[in-house]
């Protein structure tokens, strides 16, 4: 791994803006563009640090360490680990309802092959999920399944282990059957929802292991995206926290100014690093901007410090 620059590392950490994002995606699974794409964007956008974290693959990584290396920029391996985890306490009616799909950005590891390896299952399953989320789509809107799912694999280029909600929102915007991705996602897919599936996954705790195991470190993805109380979000992070994970992602800059003072708080408690990143997906979701990341606050240290 290249060294990170170390006028990044030796400032203040206050920072205004970083040219460092830790969660990018790309067509090697949910993205729009390619892994080396990806990369020469963010080098257009100033950023000087990235991590390509496709959802359970690690399979762009090649492709973007060349065209990092030729920029000369730093890459830094990463991968975003589907789990499943149980968020016990607080107040829901819906305790059913408690068992979440939790993301967990994986960095810095070293053993590739077999990360590879244990996400392999993980990627079959995503082509069963992948397709019985369309035959929802295609029954609640009664559409032909056939003309659904030819439709995601377009999106998916060609590869059916890559589909993820992303690509069917994407379907379902350009059929006119939602105005737009968003509303396929609140409205269908999201967890609970009429056309969502869970995707079968590793628990929490063996997801943190196995980026350990692999030389690496765990920051739990958007926290506050799961649908969860402000009580169940401090709950996951603690369960997070004692399961062994090393950091925390900030939460995006759009987001409440509560919300963000609440999860520094909890950071702090379990003194926790941070990681930041766009969670940029390409033309799909044009508001994640490579290189629009939060900033640090007073204290905070980011994960990318020890990733030399």
């Not at 607080?90 to 590879?116: C, R, W």
Request: charged fraction near 20%; proline fraction near 4%.
């Amino acid at each position: 791994m290249n060294s990170l620059n170390l006028d990044i590392l030796s400032s203040s950490p206050i920072y205004t803006q970083l040219p460092i994002d830790m969660h990018c995606h790309s067509t090697r699974s949910d993205g729009t563009f390619s892994p080396s794409e990806v990369v020469q964007k963010a080098h257009e956008k100033g950023v000087k640090v990235l991590s390509l974290s496709d959802h359970d693959t690690v399979l762009g990584i090649l492709e973007a360490r060349q065209t990092a290396d030729s920029l000369g920029m730093t890459l830094i391996h990463g991968v975003e680990i589907s789990c499943r985890h149980r968020v016990m306490g607080g107040y829901s009616k819906k305790p059913a309802q408690n068992e979440k799909v939790i993301h967990v950005l994986g960095y810095g590891f070293s053993d590739i092959e077999t990360m590879h390896s244990k996400l392999a299952a993980i990627q079959a399953n995503r082509e069963t999920r992948g397709y019985a989320m369309c035959e929802r789509v295609a029954s609640t809107f009664r559409r032909p399944m056939d003309e659904i799912w030819e439709a995601v694999l377009v999106q998916a280029k060609g590869n059916p282990q890559a589909v993820g909600r992303t690509h069917i929102a994407k379907v379902m915007a350009d059929q006119g059957l939602v105005s737009d991705v968003q509303k396929a996602f609140t409205g269908y897919l999201a967890d609970h929802k009429p056309c969502y599936v869970a995707l079968d996954g590793l628990s929490l705790k063996d997801c943190i292991n196995l980026i350990h195991d692999c030389g690496g470190k765990a920051s739990l993805a958007h926290a506050t995206r799961y649908n969860l109380t402000a009580n169940k979000v401090r709950k996951l992070i603690a369960d997070f926290a004692s399961s062994g994970g090393d950091a925390v992602e900030l939460p995006a800059s759009n987001e409440p100014t509560s919300t963000r003072h609440m999860v520094d708080r909890v950071i702090k408690e379990h003194e926790l690093k941070v990681s930041i990143g766009s969670d940029f997906h390409g033309s799909t979701m044009p508001w994640r901007v490579l290189g629009g990341v939060p900033k640090l606050h007073e204290g905070q240290v980011g994960i990318w410090e020890n990733l030399v």
